[in-house]
Nanobody
Framework: QVQLVESGGGLVQAGGSARLSCVVSKRTVSMYVMGWFRQAPGKEREFVAGISRGGGRTDYADSMKGRVAISRDNAKNTVYLEVNSLKPEDTAVYYC?????????????????WGQGTQVTVSS
């Protein structure tokens, strides 16, 4: 069973950046399309970004495109999310997700496995 552990959250000033990490264990991260989601209190979970198995393709939510970058280092079994120009409304729990069973350099927005999340709080 794949395990996903997020880190890198914390308190960030508005206008600053956050770099979140997701370490995949027990399975090789290259087997999975990876994604990031977020959920703010009282709001629906929303898709943020996705990345293909080899990192050749990325997918971003329209609401965050231009401010976020997803990347992966398969040798380190790690996926990253950088969020720039942070706003208070970016405050949320950010979740890492993995989807197996896909072939080639594709991205998806539906995922099977989830981490516990890491809290990002943006102060004004």
């Amino acid at each position: 069973q794949v395990q996903l552990v997020e880190s890198g959250g914390g308190l960030v000033q508005a206008g600053g950046s956050a770099r979140l990490s997701c370490v995949v264990s027990k399975r090789t991260v290259s087997m999975y399309v990876m994604g990031w989601f977020r959920q703010a209190p009282g709001k629906e979970r929303e898709f943020v970004a996705g990345i293909s198995r080899g990192g050749g393709r990325t997918d971003y939510a329209d609401s965050m495109k231009g401010r976020v970058a997803i990347s992966r280092d398969n040798a380190k079994n790690t996926v990253y999310l950088e969020v720039n120009s942070l706003k208070p409304e970016d405050t949320a729990v950010y979740y890492c997700a993995a989807q197996p069973g896909l072939i080639g350099e594709v991205t998806v927005r539906s995922y099977t496995y989830w981490g516990q999340g890491t809290q990002v709080t943006v102060s004004s």
